[in-house]
């Protein structure tokens, strides 16, 4: 494969500084010492991280992310994993339809899943509350739950199965002995990415947010709203820092073009 | 793809039965009340009637602050993607001529923002540009580029601009995606053949990672037509697009059937786009993806 000529590094140089620019940025303004926003060329502190704790809506929100990032992965798989083996191992009538119709909610823009939960919910009296927020990011988180599971059970080798079969297994040893761990690198990484999803997810919650059940990002986005100030850097830094942490962690152990190939390619 | 014998017929059932459900209730549900909701009336004082009428859709059809409003998310939209297959195709064709640690190394910058908070991201973009004096303005005019300092706050342009950084990362991938189907010996034998690199790449390299732009393209579109976040944020109040439109009617003006009638209008205009370009390419490409 023949090498990269200068011109194209120099536009490859030109393309990182553009994708970095505005997280470096934001992560640099975090550190001022000034009441204001200014880039920390004249000094470097951490008391607007140190802000972060006066103002404890953005530590319950986080809390909550957390939350309602954790229990939907784990709520969407518990739907996921029998319908992943069920896609994966049997040729059924309406096997393509029900296939699209989980995929749905990638391709169905947040923001209208925002307006249709708000008013599901609120037909249904439980609007903004944690469950209601819970339900509607099982919804959301689902389609890469099912996707990361699914290419584990369909790469699997069944093989194992039998011969437990053949030793006298029943169905649910089968499933918790010889199942899970053979599709559970799978598993885990449609938790971790269903979990980074639901942690970022803005649009539709910012319909079901109410004073108390607000995510960090919601929390995020009604306060650069109304201001934009170095507190609000802070806590991006913060979120970026973590989310890094997880991008890394995510990569030494599962690979993350894999991870991210599930991300995209939404239209197949 | 699997050992599935015809004794199994009823076993599916059971096991996809939960996620069947769950996505009934919890989703087909809200999504039919949601177009039934644009049917109902309102009113400033006596709130949602249910009753069943046309007010809203004919509001949307004869008001032209309405069709403004949606060729700007469009038009957005589209220049947004635009950006991202003119910049991204190019950058994941040089990412995938890099040596291995680089390799990694820069698929990691480039694809980790995806993961990475929207918010935080156009916060940064907020930054960036932030007002007369914004660092991207002082960058282009010490560089000569430009005289007078570009308006990038509450402007189309800023909004595009911050759109394609958020959406880059999927055509990026989309692209490298298809470049890992092509194979590098076709390029060295149209060089020994005596083919400029310019020719290599517009009739070997651009040939076959067009399926690749495309299907990129399609997902850059239908997701910046329904973004939220940045153009909130970049746009401001006044610089409306479908979502922050249907935002205020349902979280403002409390006008919620004009809202649900604009969001199922933007969710059957995507659709359509998305699954009839889809169409269209899997029927000029078939072969690509077999």
């Not at chain 1, 303004?29 to 972060?52: C, K, Q």
């Not at chain 2, 601009?161 to 194979?183: E, G, N, Y």
């Amino acid at each position: 494969m023949s090498r990269n000529g200068p011109l194209a590094l120099l536009f490859h140089t030109m393309f990182v500084i553009f994708m970095t620019a505005p997280i470096v940025v934001v992560c640099l303004v975090a550190f001022t010492p000034e009441g204001y926003l200014s880039l920390p060329v004249d000094g470097f502190s951490l008391r607007w991280f140190r802000a972060i704790a006066d103002y404890p809506e953005f530590i319950d929100a986080f809390w909550t992310s957390l939350w309602v990032g954790a229990l939907s992965s784990c709520v969407a798989l518990l739907f996921a994993i029998p319908a992943a083996l069920a896609i994966a191992r049997y040729r059924f009538r309406g096997r393509g339809a029900l296939s699209a119709m989980f995929l749905s909610p990638l391709m169905i823009p947040h923001v209208v899943l925002g307006i249709a939960f708000l008013r599901f919910f609120t037909q249904a009296g439980i609007s903004g509350t944690f469950p209601a927020l819970l339900i509607a990011h099982t919804i959301i988180v689902f389609p890469f739950a099912l996707r990361l599971t699914l290419a584990a059970a369909i790469g699997m080798d069944r093989s194992v199965e039998m011969a437990a079969i053949s030793l006298g297994a029943n169905s649910w040893t089968l499933f918790r002995r010889i199942t899970l761990p053979l599709i559970f690198p799978g598993v885990i990484s449609g938790w971790a990415l269903a979990f980074i999803q639901s942690f970022d997810e803005v649009t539709m919650t910012v319909f079901l947010a109410a004073p108390g059940i607000e995510t960090l990002p919601v929390r995020m986005f009604l306060y650069v709203q109304d201001n934009i100030d170095p507190l609000v850097t802070s806590v991006s830094a913060c979120v970026i820092a973590i989310t890094m942490f997880a991008l890394i962690v995510l990569d030494r152990f599962y690979g993350l073009e894999r991870v991210l190939a599930g991300h995209s390619d939404r239209s197949s | 793809m699997s050992v599935a014998s015809t004794a199994d017929k009823g076993a599916p059932w059971p096991l996809i039965l939960p996620a069947f459900m769950l996505f009934i209730a919890v989703v087909l549900v809200p999504l039919a009340m949601t177009v039934l909701l644009s049917f109902h009336d309102w009113g400033q004082y006596k709130g949602i009637e249910p009753v069943f009428i046309l007010k809203n859709w004919e509001e949307i059809w004869s008001d032209s602050y309405f069709y403004e409003m949606f060729a700007r998310t469009f038009r957005i939209a589209a220049l947004a993607t635009l950006l991202t297959a003119v910049f991204g195709a190019p950058e994941a064709y040089i990412l995938n001529r890099m040596r291995a640690p680089w390799k990694g190394f820069f698929l990691l910058i480039i694809l980790g923002p995806l993961l990475i908070s929207v918010v935080a991201r156009t916060l940064g973009w907020a930054l960036l540009f932030g007002g007369r004096n914004g660092i991207v303005n002082k960058a282009l005019m010490s560089m000569g580029l430009i005289d007078t300092p570009i308006a990038f706050m509450f402007t189309e342009t800023g909004v595009i601009i911050a759109l394609a950084h958020v959406m880059m990362p999927f055509m990026v991938l989309s692209v490298w995606a298809a470049l890992q189907r092509v194979d590098p010996q076709v390029e060295n034998a149209a060089l020994s053949l005596g083919a400029g690199s310019l020719t290599i790449v517009r009739r070997i390299v651009l040939p076959q990672i067009m399926p690749g732009i495309l299907s990129g393209g399609i997902i850059v579109f239908s997701l910046a037509a329904s973004a939220f976040a940045t153009p909130s944020i970049i746009g401001g109040r006044r610089l409306k697009v479908a979502s922050t439109l249907a935002y205020d009617e349902f979280l403002n003006t409390l006008n919620w059937p004009l809202g649900a009638a604009v969001a199922v209008l933007l969710l059957i205009a995507i659709v359509l786009i998305v699954v009839g370009s889809n169409a269209l390419i899997e029927r000029n490409y078939s072969e690509v993806f077999r």
